[in-house]
């Protein structure tokens, strides 16, 4: 009985070290996946390029921001409110509708000309270091200011009227923040994740670390210990990362306008490697359970003959 008290307390301390481990394993495989895919600006900027070859993407930006120029108060400033235009009913609703058909043809001609493609970049780098910069916003944003500036440029030089559409209200926010001045709940999500992000490594020697002190700490069969962290941890990270990738377009998809339909598609482009890494998190894991499983098995086969030899 005194020996089974110390035998009793190392499975336990041995289950609480592997539990631990898989955490930690996970967390540093997702946060590995964040730095690599959000937090890095190339990358970041490189995935939202490949938006952009889709024609319908383009055709319905244009019909989105075309809506939003309309409007905005810079557009109203000059139209109204499309009721009357010097006592004339339905005039100014005439010159509104006028007016919308050529900035939809402005902006048409914007977004499918070759000069698209730079705009369409430096408005990656400006949504990125608004949501991860220095100053980040506290709601998640799409920062369309190099969109709206490069209509704003056509106009001017074609009816010398400045609309002033590459101001900051071109910072369309995704979210709504919390009256108490905190954080959107988005945007506390990513900034969370990119400051531990910094210390993934640590998590990850930590994590190699405890299934070590697991393993260990085992009274008998210390590399299955092993075995089961590896396959916990893929398994997990697999079911973590599937959910909150679906998690996060199901976020994006209730945003309507202009920022929601360019979040959604940068979210569906920075996320498309998701199940590759979730596979492959899978695919390791259950294959370094595989080996250990086996080589326990080849070391207690080979024990029982050397012992049945004997």
Known sequence: MPRSVPSTLRWVFSVIAAVLAVCLATLTLLLAWFQQSVGDESHFVSSADDVIQEESFRS???????QQ??????VQQYLGDGSTI???????????DRASGLMHSTVKGVVDSEDFRSTWKQ?????HASNFGDDPSSTL?????????SVNDKVENAVHIDLGLGDDTARIELEKAPSSGEEGPMAHFLHNAQSLAAVAPTFGAVAVVATLVSALAAPRGKSLFVALVAAAAGLVTW??????AARFHAQL????????LIAQHMGDALTSNVQAWALTSLGVGLGIALILVIIHVMNASRHANHSHTF
């Open 60 to 66: 319905d930006l244009a019909d989105a921001a075309t």
């Open 69 to 74: 120029i309309m409007d905005s108060d810079s």
């Open 86 to 96: 010097g006592g004339l009913p339905g005039l100014q609703s005439w010159a509104k």
């Open 123 to 127: 408005t990656a780098k400006e949504t």
């Open 141 to 149: 944003v799409v920062d369309a200011s190099p969109i709206y500036q």
């Open 239 to 244: 079911v973590s990362m599937t959910v909150l």
């Open 253 to 260: 998809d209730t945003v309507e306008g202009t920022g929601g």
